[in-house]
């Protein structure tokens, strides 16, 4: 199976919330996957947070 991952369930992980982690880590990195819309999301986000020294 393969597995798109939205903007949220990135932003789940990368904080460690909701054992998404766990749950990630159970599959095979070959199959999981994130759209170019998400990256731009995530990185629009990133730019504009508070934390910017962090990217």
């Known amino acids: 199976m393969k597995y798109l991952l ?8 990368l904080k460690g919330l909701n054992g998404i982690d766990t749950k990630i880590s159970s599959i095979d990195i070959d199959d999981i996957f994130v759209s170019a819309i ?15 020294e962090k990217i």
Not at 6 to 13: A, H, L
Not at 38 to 52: D, M
């Open 6 to 13: 939205d903007t949220n369930i990135c932003i789940y992980w």
């Open 38 to 52: 998400t990256v731009a999301e995530l990185l629009y986000g990133a730019y504009n947070s508070q934390n910017i």
